[in-house]
């Protein structure tokens, strides 16, 4: 069948003596979250598309660790980093790629530490790298001229200075990239990271979510173009509030590229 999703795993790669370019590490929300799936099954099309060998370490892959250490449960971190970073040693992973910047903070900044040394990419950054390799074609087509605003996610932008991948790729769609007043190094959190996204908000006047809502809807976008699951959620929940949901669509780059494609 032409549709189906071609989806390896490590361990049928190892036992064929295999190994694949890149893991792609799917995160907890690419696994679970039933938004986040769509993501995940998006990139895995355009990987399938530009016949990029990768693999997914399936039930083995556990948490990255990250809301446990960000809401200060350093311990159970420890837990989840050594376990992962074991499996991913075992399959000697040289270079990983995840569509979530919480996995990619985590993985690229705090695994070294506890002896998992891997090059970590954000699936903007592949994309872009498989668009520059004439891998990837990207034909605007349905997006030509549309008003697209990226929100950047804290853990790729300011944590670890990714700013242009994305925008890159939201150029070629030769779409119109319409900044926000808080954007790039001046971005402002959607209000999920740091744990945040598993638990109700502190009592105070407004939800941050719903303040960077209003940022993007200044730009008078078509489309808000996210690049982190919860960023998705969190300005998915914005857009709603202002009921908004049937002119203004949350997107993906991954999404934005595959739907471009037709994949």
């Known amino acids: 069948m032409e549709n189906t999703l071609r989806v390896p795993t490590m361990a ?3 036992a064929a ?7 792609f590490w799917v995160g907890c929300a690419g696994s679970f979250d039933d938004r986040a799936k769509k993501i995940t099954k998006a990139f895995v099309k355009i990987l399938n598309k530009a016949n990029v060998s990768f693999a997914v370490l399936g039930t083995e892959e556990s948490c ?8 200060g449960n350093e311990f159970l971190f420890q837990m989840q980093a050594v376990t992962n970073i074991e499996v991913m040693n075992a399959y000697e992973v040289k270079k990983v790629v995840t569509a979530c910047p919480h996995c990619f903070n985590t993985l690229k900044n705090e ?13 903007t950054q592949f994309l872009k790298q498989l668009l520059s390799e004439g891998r990837i074609t990207m034909e605007g087509g349905q997006y030509k001229g549309k008003r697209i605003t990226f929100h950047d996610p804290c853990y790729l932008g300011r944590a670890n200075g990714v700013y242009e991948a994305p925008r890159e790729l939201i150029q070629k769609l030769d779409a119109e990239l319409v900044e926000m007043k808080s954007c790039k190094t001046r971005g402002l959190c959607c209000g999920a990271g740091g744990a945040q996204m598993f638990k109700e908000p502190e009592k105070g006047d407004k939800d941050i979510n719903i303040e960077r809502t209003e940022q993007a809807l200044e730009t008078k976008p078509e489309i808000i173009a996210a690049g982190c699951p919860f960023c998705n959620t969190m300005m998915t929940d914005g857009v709603k509030n202002k009921e908004k949901e049937a002119s203004v669509a949350v ?3 991954a999404e934005l590229i595959a739907t471009a494609e037709d994949l």
Not at 17 to 23: A, F, S, Y
Not at 64 to 71: Q, V
């Open 12 to 14: 049928e790669l190892f």
């Open 17 to 23: 003596g295999k190994q694949p370019e890149v893991l």
């Open 64 to 71: 990255s660790g990250d809301p446990a250490k960000r809401s």
């Open 111 to 123: 695994y070294p530490g506890l002896g998992g040394n891997y090059e970590v990419v954000h699936h």
């Open 251 to 253: 997107m993906d780059i």
